[in-house]
């Protein structure tokens, strides 16, 4: 079977090179520029379209569960950092820091936020006095800094855009259910509005936020068959709340220290999607975060009526999706490759004969399928594709994760596998971080979780023949 011609050539081949495949998408699709500071990314108007889209998506859930917006200093004391030794320890290598406020020397450096719990940690101790005041439910929208030493729009930069939920609890219980709806929160977001599905679990000892008691994770797997940790949610227990003395009185009227969590999301997301749907002509957006779900290119515009027309539909079609009419002077063909690039989910085609018998052509941009349709059913038509075309992104990428997820239990498979087949594998482990680092050392996989929908997939670890404790997800990662 011949190879389909692609419509904008531009585009280096995902077979070819899957790097220089990524980096063509985002920045010919007009999502980023590339700024003057090494590793930091100008998000263009489209690019935050789909992050605003994002955030409202999220924003309206973090709303529903009761928490509310605050903002945090962008500027950390450094002896306010150091009170909780694992975090900063775990965070030094990636800091930035502030040592002069014009030309004077500052008496004490400012940490640019790499995350804001320090920040969090002083405000709960200042305004958090008795169990009345819990708990607190806070979520901050915001950016912050981490200089990371490789970079990659969206995926790792100096700077990115993200949210920080961080609250307080009365009881180690109500913190714990707080860290699992939160994740539970994301999954549902990314499988639903995303259209990517994820593995939810807990992640190792070894691969925990610095400071945590414990970190649960969304994990998506990419079209290359590379890992992506999506989102996180982690369970401080008291640890914080003794390092910066955040203590209520409890309905006995005796101190305790508060239970916090904190999870977050950031623009990575937009990576996520770019590597689960993309294919070789652009973006394939899910019609959820799209920021123009449906495009309306006149044919022959020139022509009486046909302007008119499609300017009409808009008008009409406008109550159920977000539209546009492309009526620029290009070529037809021309418009078709360009919003095939930025992923428009629907496009919609109107010319004089289109008119004459009262229908329009729609293209779906995921599977290319050319449809007629009667203008008179485009009210429910198209709200109609637009569900079929979310559920087929999730369903497309299901299988995708499920075709490239494969099972080890000797250590030569394991190598095998990674070696020839990109994808996550499933392996028994016995919980030593010995056997965890060997398997990075050995093969560059990761422990991306130990899920919660455990499988006894043999009885000894894969790495040392010892009992194993539990069933792991492996993989490499971004």
């Not at 008119?355 to 429910?380: A, C, H, S, Y």
């Amino acid at each position: 079977m011949a190879k389909k011609e692609k419509m904008v050539q531009e585009i280096t081949s995902m077979q070819d090179d899957f790097a220089q495949w990524y980096t063509d998408v985002v920045k010919k699709s007009e999502l980023i520029d590339y700024s003057s500071v090494r590793g930091c990314m100008i998000i263009r108007p489209y690019g935050y379209a789909i992050w605003e889209n994002i955030q409202k998506e999220l924003d309206s859930r973090f709303k529903a569960t009761g928490h509310e917006n605050v903002y945090m200093p962008m500027f950390i004391p450094e002896g306010l950092l150091q009170k909780e030794k694992d975090h900063v320890e775990g965070f030094a290598p990636e800091v930035a820091w502030v040592t002069h406020g014009g030309e004077e020397k500052l008496t004490e450096r400012l940490c640019v936020r790499p995350t804001s719990e320090t920040l969090f940690c002083e405000h709960y101790g200042n305004i958090i006095q008795s169990y009345r005041d819990l708990p607190k439910l806070y979520n901050q929208w915001c950016s912050v800094v981490r200089w990371e030493k490789t970079t990659r729009p969206f995926l790792r930069t100096l700077e990115f855009l993200w949210q920080e939920g961080h609250t307080a609890h009365a009881t180690a219980e109500e913190a714990e259910e707080e860290t699992l709806r939160m994740l539970n929160v994301y999954a549902e977001f990314c499988e639903n509005v995303l259209a990517i599905p994820v593995i939810k679990g807990q992640k190792t000892e070894k691969e925990k936020f610095a400071g945590a008691m414990a970190t649960y994770t969304i994990e998506s797997l990419m079209h290359d068959g590379k890992a992506l940790q999506s989102g996180t949610s982690h369970n401080f227990g008291d640890g914080f709340a003794k390092a910066f003395d955040i203590q209520f009185t409890d309905k006995d009227n005796e101190l305790q220290y508060v239970h916090q969590t904190s999870w977050g999301v950031t623009t990575r997301l937009i990576g996520a999607v770019i590597m689960v749907h993309g294919d070789d002509n652009g973006l394939v957006l899910p019609p959820a975060i799209a920021p123009l779900q449906l495009v309306i290119v006149p044919i022959a515009q020139h022509k009486e009526g046909v302007l008119d027309t499609a300017y009409k539909l808009k008008g009409q079609l406008s109550q159920w999706v977000r539209v546009k009419v492309d009526d620029s002077d290009k070529m037809p063909g021309w418009k078709f490759s360009e919003h095939e690039m930025k992923g428009v989910p629907l496009r919609l085609e109107i010319g004089p004969r289109d008119i004459e018998k009262q229908q329009v052509v729609l293209v779906r941009r995921d599977t290319g399928e050319k449809l007629f349709v009667p203008m008179e059913e485009l009210n429910t038509k198209i709200p109609q594709m637009m569900k079929q075309i979310q559920k087929d992104l999730l369903e497309k990428a299901r299988q995708h994760r499920d075709g490239h997820t494969y099972i080890a239990n000797t250590l030569e498979e394991f190598e095998q596998i990674v070696e020839e087949k990109p994808g996550f594998i499933k392996a028994m482990w016995c919980g030593d971080v010995a056997c965890e680092d060997f398997i990075k050392e050995k093969t560059g996989a990761t422990a991306r979780c130990i899920p919660f929908e455990q499988e006894e997939l043999g009885s000894t670890c894969v790495c040392c023949g010892k009992p194993s404790k539990h069933m792991v997800y492996w993989g490499k990662a971004y």
